[in-house]
C-alpha cells in the first residue's frame, strides 16, 4: 500500500510540476513578443497562478497522507471497573484487563494491564505490550522493530503522566518481537509500572476509570 501510495504521489507530483514549468515558460517566452497585449499577459499569469495553488494543495494532500499512513499510530484505552479489579487483588488474586487489539502498521498488537498485591500488601500495576497473529504476518518484517510508548494519561494534569517506552530494534532476539506461531505471543512490559496508591493519590481514576494510550512509531 505504502508502495502504491509513494507512485501515486511521485506521479502526481510530476504532473503539476510539468504543467506549472509550461505555463511559466509560455509566459516568459510571450512577455518578449511585442505584439503581446496586456490582457494576455495578465490571463497567462492567472494561469500560472491556478497551477502554482493546485500543486501547493496537492503537496498539502500528500503530506497528510504521509502522515495518516506512516506516522505514529496511537491508540486510547480506557481500563474500566477499577474498584473490581482493585478488590480482585487484595484477595491476593492477580486482577487482569486487556484493550482491544489494534492494527499498528500492520501488526495485530494490543496491551493489557495487571494489579497485584506486592510485599508490603500495597498493589502493584503492571503494564504490557502484546503481538497477536495476524492475516498479514507473511507481508511483514519480523522481528517487530517499533518503539512502543506506554502512557497513563491524567485526566487534568498532561504533567503527571505516566511514561514507559519499548525500544523494540534494541532487543531483537526477544521472543516477544518474533512472528507469533500461536494465537499471540508473550507480553513485554513493565512490572510494576507504578502502585495503585499512586494512581488513586495523584487523581489519575476518574469514575471508575484509567485513561491509557498505546502509540507505536514507525
Known amino acids: 500500500r505504502l508502495n502504491a501510495l509513494n507512485a501515486l504521489c511521485t506521479s ?6 510539468r504543467t506549472v514549468e509550461k505555463v511559466a ?15 494576455e499577459v495578465s490571463t497567462l499569469r492567472l494561469a500560472h497562478s491556478t497551477q502554482s495553488n493546485q500543486l501547493i494543495a496537492a503537496t498539502e494532500e500528500v503530506s497528510h497522507n504521509l502522515v495518516r499512513f506512516c506516522g505514529p499510530k496511537t491508540f486510547h484505552w480506557y481500563v474500566s471497573d477499577w474498584g473490581a479489579m482493585k478488590a480482585t487483588a487484595h484477595q491476593g488474586r492477580t486482577a487482569s484487563s486487556e484493550s482491544p487489539i489494534w492494527n499498528a502498521f500492520g501488526y495485530s498488537v494490543s496491551f493489557f494491564v495487571e494489579l497485584e498485591k506486592n510485599e508490603n500488601r500495597g498493589l502493584d500495576f503492571n503494564c504490557f505490550f502484546c503481538i497477536y497473529a495476524g492475516s498479514n504476518d507473511s507481508e511483514l518484517g519480523w522481528p517487530f522493530s517499533k518503539t512502543v510508548v506506554f502512557k497513563i494519561i491524567h485526566p487534568k494534569d498532561k504533567s503527571k503522566d505516566i511514561t514507559y517506552k519499548i525500544e523494540a530494534d534494541n532487543d531483537r532476539e526477544s ?18 509500572l507504578c502502585t495503585a496508591g499512586r494512581l488513586h493519590g495523584e487523581g489519575f481514576i476518574r469514575d471508575n476509570k484509567l485513561h491509557m494510550l498505546l502509540q507505536v512509531k514507525p
Open 12 to 17: 502526481s507530483f510530476t504532473e503539476e510540476r
Open 25 to 39: 515558460a509560455d509566459v516568459a517566452a510571450m512577455k518578449l513578443s511585442s505584439s503581446l497585449t496586456n490582457i
Open 175 to 192: 521472543n516477544c518481537f518474533q512472528r507469533p506461531t500461536g494465537t499471540s505471543n508473550a507480553g513485554t512490559g513493565f512490572a510494576p
